[in-house]
């Protein structure tokens, strides 16, 4: 089936770094979207990607959308404590809305 | 901001017991969609749910596993008889079209004993 393989799988980082994690598939998909989870929550949408080589930012956030559309990245600047969550990745599959997630990378923040 | 709320926050069963998830989504909402986070693991697909029928369903969801809109404002999801492994986080989540976001609830944490 369809998977999407995220990496690093974990990340320690001192506050101030730019962190970068990225996502790729075997399979195409047409939307590629960012999530932040925090402990005990819901993930939470950080950046969507529509069309393949698009760069789009949210605030300190920067993600890109691959030519091939089988991977995309995520860039952190400056990070903040506030940053640490697990991120996912995750493609949209089909046409009824399923979402297909990636294993997440964690990131902690060291102040 | 309007936002999907999920109730109950935790619940803890005894295997073989029936369970009812239930979510309220956001109302102009027509997407509905229920997720599984075992602890630990990355967010698993389980169903779609749109103009008042499953549009798709992963190979989790058995037929153990309903969900139903009663009532124009609640979604729920039911495990008629559930098992150990089905501990985990669940997920609801709703859009406005299928390839519009997806806002997710905070999750209801099941533990089946």
């Known amino acids: 089936g369809q998977q999407l393989n995220q990496s690093p799988q974990s990340m320690f980082i001192q506050e101030g770094e730019d962190v970068s994690m990225n996502c790729t598939s075997s399979s195409i998909f047409n939307t590629w979207l960012w999530y932040k989870q925090d402990p005990g929550e819901g993930p939470v949408l950080l950046i969507a990607l529509y069309k393949a080589g698009e760069l789009t930012s949210n605030g300190r956030l920067t993600a890109q959308f691959g030519i091939t559309r089988k991977d995309s990245f995520l860039n952190i600047s400056a990070s903040i404590p506030s940053d640490v969550g697990i991120y996912f990745c995750a493609g949209l599959a089909g046409n009824t809305g399923k979402l297909i997630f990636g294993q997440g990378t964690t990131l902690q923040v060291k102040p | 901001e309007p936002e999907v709320t999920q109730t109950p926050s935790h619940q803890v069963t005894q295997m073989g017991q029936e369970v009812i998830l239930r979510c309220v989504p956001i109302s102009n909402h027509l997407y509905f969609y229920w997720y599984r986070q075992i602890l630990g693991q990355k967010v698993e697909f389980l169903v779609s749910f749109y103009n008042n029928e499953i549009s798709e369903k992963s190979e989790i969801f058995d037929d153990q596993f309903s969900v139903e809109r009663p009532d124009g404002s609640n979604f729920t999801l039911k495990i008629r008889s559930t098992k150990l492994e089905d501990s985990a986080m669940y997920f609801c989540?709703?859009?406005?079209?299928?390839?519009?976001?997806?806002?997710f609830g905070p999750g209801t944490r099941l533990l089946v004993l």
């Open positions: 989540a709703s859009g406005q079209g299928y390839q519009e976001t997806q806002y």
